[in-house]
């Protein structure tokens, strides 16, 4: 705890060093942009003391500045918009610009010519500007606003766009009904990236995804998503916590003009053609549904931005037996090599335990619903001061909604091996843009969000599986589970512009709050596979008559029984602490070089924490405090109209870890934990067998060790 404490310590007081040694800070961060240019005249030479005006389309808000000795002004900080620019200087005709583009975490380029003023001033409207971004900046790709609102995305995540960027695949490991399979960036698992929203941390801490997870269909709506930036690799010191890539969103605020938007997406069977591996076409509707509404509360001043979207997915789930169809008919044996599902003495036993079975397969409902509500208000307090507040909620709940796969609807495990799934988010969050002076700018971010998650079984049966039959009958493995977790984010940049240098600094501390419940086959499992009986009386035995597992379940004489026992509830609460130091080097007007250094920390809490005496390992959290990230970055442009930029970065990156495994290290000890595998066919196992379908306790250990390397997950990126 002291060398923890120690830590904390020592990055609280980086920042205050890194204003105090920088030359006293880049332009753009996590969610802004920035505008960067010079004004010259008709010689090419550079102006100095020329006023550049800007101001953004939509909300009317101005910004100013002047040209220093080169020539060269800066606008950092800028929230993702359209701008219209303005040069003006003494004895000289002002130009103004078309209308220009600022991405999110992107800085555009522009160059003002003026002219000598004739008898009376005129003002010249350029042509557009070269908006060529001719600094270091990371492999990135930015789905705008129209690729978001026209492009067809089918169930309408607006993440899933980012396939469209190169090098983005969905992670194998997540290409299950159940997640829709994680964002892999880069060859890299899908859990080590990152989700920013309007600069603020968007991510579940305990399970290493975006809020809410994949088991919701999306916690913001495509209505109110105004672009996203996907940047996956070589990235700035200001991002971290994470080895895959960093996705910025930016959400919609309101403008000067009343504006709304409504919707309504249907996706019906009728329309579809026959999957090829059914024999029907089953009932599948998906609706999505709402609007958006934003304006000015006093013009150029608070502006405010609303929506809503619900979503009604009901999906069928056909339950089918692992032989294949729906119907189970048991086999007749060919011979004594190939022994049948009966035999003459007890074939009514076994059909009518067929006939049970029926009746769990077919075809069943499973019903997706949930909503999504937004509001964001803007306001310029004063010239110099800007904020920006958003509330975001969503709601998932339905029915046999955990276990599910549209693509796919067939699965093997039975109606009462589902559930229901309830997923809560809510996230409220702040944002204060303030300009000390012309060159210094801070950006502040609060947030405030819960990720609630509880799962319910449809059945509190034990769970049985029976081989080539079925996988599960009776209550899941996994359920029921709950987790709860509440997380602050704190986050503040500093932004300084200085002649060729472009200087910024900062910080952020993230603090998780989790409770996790998962009994894990607390419940009990029964493994129906083949097994050799007494021909008599049909108690196990090593040699004997050879059952089916149908023939065996039809007998009640189980293989195998498993089950868990121990603690299932933990608490893995968790803090993160970064600080940050970069600077952007335009040393000519062809090259830029970026340089700058991260510190990323993450403490663990051990509450929960019990070592095992004969794992002395065990129980533990590996800690490490070096986690200190260069970045290095250069830019070279070749040509002046339409540039070639020959770009090149170097970056060492430290991803979190995910509290899920701290929370197995608490909970999967082996002196707090134990779990029960018998063998019916073993006779001393079997004195213990317990009698189906009746759960039994027992005692073996099981140990779970959490790597003393695994601090962080280090990646070196080109």
């Known amino acids: 705890m002291l060398r923890s404490l120690r830590c904390v310590?020592?990055?609280?007081?980086?920042?205050?060093?890194?204003?105090?040694?920088?030359?006293?800070?880049?332009?753009?961060?996590?969610?802004t942009g920035a505008i960067r240019g010079s004004v010259v005249d008709p010689d090419g030479r550079p102006i100095a003391a020329a006023t550049i005006a800007l101001v953004n389309s939509a909300t009317g808000r101005h910004y100013a500045a002047a040209s220093d000795g080169d020539g060269r002004f800066t606008f950092d900080l800028l929230p993702a918009g359209d701008y219209s620019g303005r040069a003006e200087m003494k004895s000289m005709s002002p130009q103004v610009t078309?209308?220009?583009?600022?991405?999110?975490?992107?800085?555009?380029?522009?160059?003002?010519?003026?002219?000598?003023?004739?008898?009376?001033?005129?003002?010249?409207?350029?042509?557009?500007?070269?908006?060529?971004?001719?600094?270091?900046?990371?492999?990135?790709?930015?789905?705008?606003?129209?690729?978001?609102?026209?492009?067809?995305?089918?169930?309408?995540?607006?993440?899933?766009?980012?396939?469209?960027?190169?090098?983005?695949?969905?992670?194998?490991?997540?290409?299950?009904?159940?997640?829709?399979?994680?964002?892999?960036?880069?060859?890299?698992?899908?859990?080590?990236?990152?989700?920013?929203?309007d600069g603020?941390?968007?991510?579940?801490?305990?399970?290493?995804?975006?809020?809410?997870?994949?088991?919701?269909?999306?916690q913001f709506s495509n209505e109110v998503v105004q672009e996203f930036r996907v940047s996956s690799n070589t990235y700035g010191a200001e991002l971290g916590r994470a080895g895959g890539a960093v996705v910025n969103v930016v959400t919609k605020s309101g403008t000067n003009h009343f504006h709304g938007t409504g919707f309504y997406f249907v996706r019906d069977s009728y329309f579809n053609a026959q999957q090829p591996t059914l024999g029907f076409k089953p009932s599948d509707r998906q609706q999505q549904f709402g609007g958006t509404f934003g304006g000015p509360i006093k013009s150029n001043r608070v502006f405010f931005f609303a929506g809503y979207d619900q979503h009604i997915f009901r999906v069928p789930t056909i339950v089918n037996f692992l032989s294949g169809g729906s119907v189970l008919v048991p086999q007749a044996g060919t011979g004594p090599a190939q022994p049948g599902d009966f035999e003459e003495s007890d074939k009514t036993q076994v059909f009518a335990a067929a006939a049970q079975l029926n009746t769990l397969a077919g075809t069943f409902q499973s019903e997706?619903?949930?909503?999504?509500?937004?509001?964001?208000?803007?306001?310029?307090?004063?010239?110099?001061?800007?904020?920006?507040?958003?509330?975001?909620?969503?709601?998932?709940?339905?029915?046999?909604?955990?276990?599910?796969?549209?693509?796919?609807?067939?699965?093997?495990s039975t109606l009462s091996d589902n559930g229901e799934e309830d997923v809560t988010t809510e996230s409220a969050s702040l944002a204060l843009t303030s300009g000390f002076s012309p060159r210094l700018m801070s950006h502040f971010r609060a947030q405030f969000s819960r990720d609630l998650q509880t799962s319910f079984s449809?059945?509190?049966?034990?769970?049985?599986?029976?081989?080539?039959?079925?996988?599960?009958?009776?209550?899941?493995?996994?359920?029921?589970?709950n987790t709860r977790e509440h997380r602050l984010h704190l986050a503040e940049t500093l932004s300084f512009d200085q002649g060729r240098n472009s200087w910024k600094v900062g910080g952020d501390w993230l603090s998780a709050w989790i409770y996790n419940f998962f009994p894990s086959m607390f419940g009990g499992e029964y493994y129906y596979d083949t097994i050799s009986v007494d021909p008599w009386t049909f108690e196990p035995m090593r040699y004997g008559?050879?059952?089916?597992?149908?023939?065996?379940?039809?007998?009640?004489?189980?293989?195998?029984?498993?089950?868990?026992?121990?603690?299932?509830?933990?608490?893995?609460?968790?803090?993160?602490?970064?600080?940050?130091?970069?600077?952007?080097?335009?040393?000519?007007?062809?090259?830029?070089?970026?340089?700058?250094?991260?510190?990323?920390?993450?403490?663990?809490?051990?509450?929960?924490?019990?070592?095992?005496?004969?794992?002395?390992?065990?129980?533990?959290?590996?800690?490490?405090?070096?986690?200190?990230?260069?970045?290095?970055?250069?830019?070279y442009s070749i040509g002046n109209e339409r540039p070639l930029v020959i770009r090149a970065g170097y970056g060492l990156f430290y991803t979190r870890i995910p509290q899920i495994y701290t929370s197995?290290?608490?909970?999967?000890?082996?002196?707090?934990?134990?779990?029960?595998?018998?063998?019916?066919?073993?006779?001393?196992?079997?004195?213990?067998?317990?009698?189906?379908?009746?759960?039994?306790?027992?005692?073996?250990?099981?140990i779970h060790v959490l790597h003393s390397t695994c601090y962080h997950c280090e990646l070196s990126q080109f």
């Open 664 to 702: 197995t290290v608490a909970t999967d000890n082996g002196f707090t934990s134990a779990n029960l595998i018998l063998d019916n066919m073993n006779y001393y196992e079997r004195q213990v067998f317990p009698t189906y379908p009746n759960p039994l306790a027992g005692l073996r250990a099981s």
């Open 200 to 218: 603020a941390d968007n991510n579940n801490a305990f399970f290493s995804q975006a809020r809410g997870r994949y088991r919701a269909p999306y």
């Open 368 to 412: 997706l619903l949930g909503n999504t509500g937004f509001l964001k208000v803007d306001a310029t307090l004063n010239a110099r001061h800007h904020l920006s507040v958003r509330l975001n909620t969503s709601r998932y709940y339905g029915a046999n909604n955990v276990f599910f796969d549209p693509a796919s609807p067939i699965t093997n």
């Open 458 to 481: 449809n059945s509190d049966d034990v769970r049985t599986h029976i081989t080539n039959v079925f996988d599960g009958i009776g209550r899941s493995s996994i359920l029921p589970r």
């Open 545 to 635: 008559l050879k059952l089916t597992p149908l023939r065996a379940y039809a007998h009640e004489v189980p293989r195998y029984y498993i089950q868990n026992f121990g603690s299932a509830v933990s608490h893995p609460d968790t803090n993160e602490y970064a600080a940050f130091l970069q600077d952007t080097i335009r040393v000519t007007h062809r090259l830029a070089l970026s340089l700058g250094a991260r510190y990323d920390l993450q403490t663990f809490t051990t509450k929960g924490l019990v070592t095992n005496p004969l794992w002395p390992q065990s129980g533990k959290v590996p800690f490490n405090d070096r986690n200190v990230s260069p970045r290095v970055g250069l830019a």
């Open 98 to 197: 078309p209308q220009i583009h600022v991405d999110v975490g992107g800085i555009s380029e522009i160059q003002f010519h003026l002219s000598l003023a004739g008898a009376s001033e005129t003002v010249t409207v350029s042509g557009a500007p070269p908006l060529v971004e001719t600094v270091p900046s990371s492999i990135s790709t930015v789905l705008d606003e129209r690729a978001i609102n026209d492009l067809p995305l089918n169930g309408r995540r607006f993440t899933d766009l980012s396939l469209l960027a190169p090098g983005v695949t969905q992670d194998p490991r997540g290409l299950t009904s159940t997640s829709n399979g994680d964002l892999a960036f880069g060859g890299i698992r899908g859990y080590q990236s990152s989700y920013l929203v």
């Open 9 to 31: 310590v020592c990055i609280l007081l980086l920042v205050p060093v890194f204003l105090l040694t920088a030359p006293l800070v880049c332009s753009q961060d996590a969610s």
